[in-house]
């Protein structure tokens, strides 16, 4: 399990690595003149080379690259072109507020998928068919469609909670929740459908097997049979679809947090997109895939906790 | 010994036929052709060019010139819809395509090859799929292009995984299947194999997975142009969404009609992919509740003798599907299983259950456990435990007899435990259920069960998972599960079936002391008139869902009455003579 | 141990032929299914492999398919070295080694009609349909199938006639050899001992040789000329069928033919007190 655990691991870097790597490259294609772009269409072409070589510009791909990578190993991401400000405090700033909304909209799905799709697999009939079709309803729809619903209904209209902005949950956990709830809901709804689906087919598959036949033959009864050893058979597959499905929610979260105005990743992301700050975006996309490697790794141990075949071998 | 029918792919005609019989697909299908048909005949249906922008229009109410009104910077909102869907589409077709152009072939080689070059897909699949598709969207805009449809092409690339992953792993599972095997040594080339037995496979979910795409980048796309990225020129909804978002105070309905056109749009799709996959069948049988009639007639027969244990009178077993259960000759229309069954058991007696498949020997067997499908219609006369009702009593009074009354050997002994407990804790639940014993004591005679079993380390293996057991050995500990809570009567369905021959008959001698030291009565089912002669002693003959012959072990081997008795008895092989070598003169018989 | 007398030019050899398989993970050690095994097979002979599971018999039968990776040792066609060869070498085989599988629901399509899957393998020979069509009457009256059954899909019909569809299949372009693997134990009882006649009355038709593999020693002894015993990847004992499944010689075969039940309830009681003793015997030496 350690040993396991330890490959994940480096697995993990591997891949934060590479996707930094790709996304420097990527970048570094830009047609466009940076610093001619920061200072502006009025400053002179002596200008636009001083900043150049401010930035670093005019060094050769590799040495910007190595000297990104020096810093950013030593937990320095940099700073904007444009601000100049800090991407390690942007980042600090930001992050705390889309893990917010991506978490809680993790657990909601996490409970409702489990409800739902254990309801439509021992129900049957009618209610089956319902949240069978809910379920294509909610991975169909994007969420900043159901974010812009939930905003424009439940904060416009009624005036229920709050449209826009965000209250950390140090300064009031009442607060923040309000803040997170609509934006969490909105995100959770695709993954809840897709993961109620996985949940639901998972169950009816173990409910037919051979040993759930046996456990009844001894007498236990189906509370136990169904909660006890039939959910955790079911659970595995399940868990690999919500592993799955938080990247989507992490994407999700970009568009989600504009609706709803809150100034998480996603927004740093999108305002350093638009203006071409290279430095910020690539701060954002490591810290994302960093996010989503840590998040694999935890439900990866989740599914060897349940899991015995990886568990013990 | 049955084997499963598989499950028949339908052809693609079929299956296209079957689609269109959908109403909801049909109507999925009329909703898609409108919107294409509105995108393409945009500059017939407006005068307006989608980025014409009139000061004065600016949220122009409705009106006969803007039959939708104006937006945020007075440009038409029916145009910027009708060409917004033009983007819409494109992009989600282009998407679609670029995502199947790239992963298809890459599936069909990674899971038709294996190998090195399988292992470098997947790696670089992982890699991508591990990044928010946005976010590298929001990258590749800033790097590369504004443009949208560039902009989808690029979003294909990243949903190829999808595609690779599914079509992978179609080609894999359809790769292991033996006509495949067979087509290869019937000498059909790589390429052939692909064209005729690999891909007509993979089409169906493709086309589900295609409509999923659609839908997706649809929903991406649109969320690009909500945060603002995109040529200005690019008439889009969700550029659309982002105008009446920014005006949501003042005029709320600019929201609607992009909103509603997409959601329309996406929802078409994808239903139209949900009903491809109602028609492929592949969505599970829906679990019918029935309620269990209750006896015919209760218990005419009189109280019945001390020694009985089982009394079964004119058990009938049928499925309100036709095939459900399948005779041998896969027949359809017969729903009945099971026709009038009656048998006994006696205190200390082996029964054995002898019968082709399709016999309904094991649906006998499941009856009297109560462990039949929900969809099961079953009926009797009688069908009694020591006097007590077997049929139509409620769950709670079942469970209370099964495992401390009645005990249960399945046949596939691997299958029969739950993957996810420990061997001990699948033990020891039953246990202080039925006998309301402490967990150590519980665990006690969990050890001393395995070790009658003649488990070698019982300790070992009561902290087993039964991954990490042979064969052998987990059907030893399925039978020390069933005979745990001291069962008077214990139903083995087929138990040594699944075994080597020599593990089979270790097992049956420990079956058959325990049966003799516990002075259980027990149901042996089986097809094999081996194991029937080495264990039972009185043998019940099935026949398509009848018991034609009911006689003790020794007159059923020595002078068989019914015909169909004597035609399985001469159907084994046994005892006949050995074939003579080749080259041998052909009528001399080695003996 | 006496090996059978083989024809002087045996039709199939197998000469030292070892089996792995790559072990999990990359430094794993390969898992090594067969350890040398060495046999021939005769022009019109059926040779019994029986073996229990994991003994490696299924994988031989692939091995001489060319679908299983031979390591080490050889395997001789008409003289011939087959082990190794290239793609387009071993399709030319194909012609003279065909193979019937265990499971007749999946071995065959269930997506092509009889018609589709029996012309297949002449079709890509370059017979034209109407030849491949017509041969395919004649299989199936071989088989004894009905003509009609060209037209159906395999689900139409039962196990037993699917096994007379892959034995057709395997007929079609007059192999010299199929190799038979556990081709009737997924068969109810009396469906098993027909398709079994049909084999024999098929093999002095046309003179093909079998391999034949299966766990069942009665179906081993009613079929074959020779039997080979497969133990844990080696061969423990090679001879007539009358021989090895009445005297055998090596103590697995023994054991292995004590174990198997006989239906009858006296001799079947004296078989096992026989191996209760031979066991006890064991267990105190």
Redesign the interface.
């Known amino acids: 399990m350690l040993v396991f655990l330890l490959r994940r691991i480096a697995a993990g870097v591997v891949?934060v690595v590479?996707?930094a790597t790709a996304?420097f490259l990527?970048?570094s294609?830009?047609g466009t003149d940076v610093a001619r772009n920061i200072l502006g269409e009025s400053a002179s072409p002596a200008q636009v080379s001083a900043k150049a070589h401010e930035l670093g510009l005019d060094q050769p791909l590799v040495v910007r690259y190595g000297h990104w990578i020096d810093r950013a190993v030593h937990g320095d991401l940099g700073q904007s072109w444009f601000t100049g400000d800090s991407v390690n405090q942007s980042l600090a700033n930001t992050l705390p507020i889309t893990l917010s909304i991506v978490l809680v909209g993790m657990l909601i799905a996490l409970v409702l998928s489990i409800v739902l799709g254990t309801v439509a697999a021992l129900r049957?009939?009618w209610v089956?068919r319902v949240v069978?079709f809910a379920a294509?309803?909610g991975?169909?729809?994007?969420s900043?469609?159901i974010a812009?619903?939930l905003?424009?209904v439940m904060a416009?209209?009624l005036g229920l909670l709050p449209a826009t902005g965000y209250v950390a949950l140090g300064t009031s956990p009442s607060g923040w929740l309000q803040s997170v709830i609509l934006p969490a809901v909105a995100l959770a709804v695709a993954a809840t459908a897709a993961t109620a689906m996985q949940v639901r087919?998972a169950l009816?598959?173990v409910l037919r097997?051979?040993?759930v036949?046996?456990?009844?033959?001894?007498?236990?009864?189906?509370r136990?049979v169904v909660y006890r050893?039939a959910l955790?058979?079911a659970a595995p597959p399940a868990l690999t679809v919500l592993a799955?499905q938080f990247?989507?929610l992490?994407?999700?979260a970009?568009?989600v947090e504009?609706?709803f105005g809150l100034p998480g990743i996603g927004t740093l992301?999108?305002s350093?997109?638009?203006r071409?700050d290279?430095p910020v975006?690539l701060g954002?996309?490591v810290v994302?895939?960093t996010v989503?490697?840590a998040v694999?790794l935890l439900l990866d141990i989740a599914y060897g906790w349940?899991?015995?075949?990886v568990r013990?071998s | 010994m049955t084997v499963p029918e598989t499950a028949a792919i339908p052809k693609r005609d079929r299956l296209l036929r079957r689609t269109l019989r959908d109403p909801v697909a049909v109507a999925c299908l009329v909703i898609l052709a409108l919107v294409i048909l509105a995108s393409l005949a945009a500059p017939l249906l407006t005068d307006y060019a989608p980025d014409h922008s009139v000061l004065s229009d600016t949220l122009a109410p409705v009106s006969g010139a803007h039959p939708l009104g104006g937006d945020g910077v007075g440009r038409d909102v029916l145009s910027r819809l009708l060409y917004g869907g033009r983007t819409s589409l494109l992009g989600g077709t282009l998407a679609a395509l670029v995502a199947f152009l790239v992963g298809g072939p890459l599936g069909l080689v990674s899971g038709f090859y294996r190998g090195w070059f399988d292992a470098a897909a997947g790696w670089i699949i992982n890699v991508i799929m591990a990044v928010p598709a946005i976010i590298v969207m929001l990258v590749v805009m800033a790097a590369l292009s504004q443009d949208l449809n560039v902009a989808m092409i690029v979003l294909g690339v990243i949903m190829a995984p999808m595609v690779f992953r599914l079509i992978r792993a179609s080609v894999v599972s359809v790769r292991e299947e033996l006509y495949v095997d067979a087509a290869r040594v019937s000498g059909l080339g790589d390429p052939r194999i692909m064209r005729r037995h690999i891909l007509p496979v993979v089409v169906a979910p493709s086309v589900i997975q295609a409509t999923q795409l659609f839908a997706v980048a649809i929903g991406i796309q649109a969320g690009l142009s909500f945060l603002g990225l995109g040529k200005a020129s690019q008439a889009s909804w969700g550029a659309m969404l982002n105008d009446g978002f920014t005006n949501v105070y003042t005029e709320p309905t600019l929201l609607v009609w992009p909103g509603l056109a997409m959601a329309v749009t996406i929802l078409a799709a994808s239903l139209l992919g949900n009903a491809v996959r109602d028609a492929l069948g592949t969505t599970e049988t829906r679990v019918v509740r029935r309620r269990r009639p209750g006896p015919r007639k209760t218990a005419a027969g009189g109280p019945s003798p001390s020694d009985r244990l089982l009394t079964v009178e004119g058990l009938r077993i049928s499925y309100p599907k036709p095939g459900r259960s399948g005779g041998s000759d896969g027949s359809d229309g017969d729903k009945i299983v099971v026709d009038g069954v009656s048998l006994t058991v006696e205190r200390g007696e082996v029964l054995g259950l002898v019968g082709e498949s399709g016999s309904g020997k094991s649906q006998t067997a499941f009856a009297v456990l109560g462990l039949l499908p929900n969809e099961a219609e079953v009926t009797a006369d009688q069908m009694s435990f020591t006097g007590k009702e077997l049929l139509g009593v409620s769950q709670a009074a079942l469970n209370a007899l099964r495992g401390r009354g009645i005990g249960y050997v399945p046949q596939e002994p691997m299958s029969n435990l739950d993957p996810c407990f420990r061997i001990g804790s699948q033990l020891v639940e039953p246990m202080r259920k039925h006998l309301g014993i402490s967990r150590s004591e519980a665990r006690t005679k969990a050890l001393e069960l395995l070790a009658r079993v003649g488990i070698p380390d019982p300790e070992r293996v009561f902290k087993s998972y039964p991954h990490q057991v042979s064969g052998g050995m987990a059907q030893r500990v399925l039978i020390a599960g069933a005979v745990s809570c001291d069962p008077h009567l214990l139903i083995a369905d087929e138990p040594t079936t699944a075994l080597d021959v020599t593990v089979q008959a270790e097992v049956l001698d420990l079956m058959r002391s325990l049966q003799q030291e516990r002075e259980m009565g027990m149901i042996l089912v089986t097809h094999d008139f081996g194991v029937v002669a080495d264990i039972c002693d009185r043998v019940a003959v099935m026949q398509t869902g009848r018991i034609v012959e009911t006689a003790p072990v020794e007159k059923i081997f020595a002078s068989p009455e019914h015909a169909y008795t004597r035609m399985l008895l001469d159907s084994t092989l046994e005892g006949g003579p050995a074939r003579a070598a080749l080259g041998a003169p052909l009528k001399e018989v080695t003996s | 141990m006496t090996a059978g007398p083989a024809a002087p030019t045996p039709l199939l050899e197998l000469e030292d032929v070892v089996v792995e398989y790559p072990g999990k993970g990359r430094r794993a050690k390969p898992f090594r299914v067969l350890h040398g095994v060495s046999l021939s097979i005769a022009p019109g002979e059926t040779l019994g492999l029986v073996g229990e599971s994991g003994s490696g018999k299924t994988t031989l039968g692939r091995a001489v398919l060319g679908l299983a990776p031979v390591t080490g040792g050889s395997i001789r066609y008409a003289g011939k070295p087959v082990s190794g060869l290239g793609k387009r070498e071993r399709r030319a085989l194909s012609k003279d080694v065909q193979v019937v599988f265990q499971d007749p629901f999946t071995s065959l399509n269930p997506a092509m009609t009889v018609m589709d899957i029996l012309t297949e393998p002449m079709l890509v020979t370059g017979v034209s349909r109407t030849d491949a069509e017509r041969r395919v009457q004649t299989l199936l009256d071989q088989v004894y199938l009905p003509h009609d059954a060209a037209q159906r899909l395999p689900r139409e019909f039962s196990g037993g006639q699917r096994q007379r569809i892959a034995i057709a299949r395997a007929l079609c372009r007059d192999p010299k050899l199929i190799v038979c693997d556990e081709p009737v134990s997924a068969l109810d009882l009396s469906t098993q001992a027909r398709v079994l006649d049909l084999f024999i009355e098929i093999q002095e038709a046309t003179g093909v040789a079998y391999l034949f593999v299966t766990h069942d020693l009665s179906v081993v002894r009613h079929i074959s000329h020779r039997v080979a015993v497969l133990y844990r990847g080696d061969i423990v004992e090679t001879g007539h069928a009358a021989q090895v499944t009445e005297h055998p010689e090596h103590a697995y075969t023994k054991r292995l033919l004590l174990a198997a039940p006989v239906p009858d309830p006296q001799r079947q009681a004296q078989r096992r007190a026989e191996r209760l003793r031979l066991a006890r015997e064991r267990d105190a030496s």
């Open positions: 891949l590479v996707v996304t990527l970048l294609l830009t049957g009939g089956d069978q294509v309803l991975t169909a729809i994007p900043f469609l812009l619903v905003a424009v416009v209209q087919g009816i598959d097997a051979d040993f036949r046996t456990l009844r033959s001894r007498g236990l009864n189906t136990s050893h955790r058979n799955l990247i989507g992490i994407g999700g970009v568009v504009k609706v992301a999108n350093a997109a638009v071409g290279s975006l954002t996309v994302t895939v989503v490697v694999n349940l899991n015995p075949k013990v």
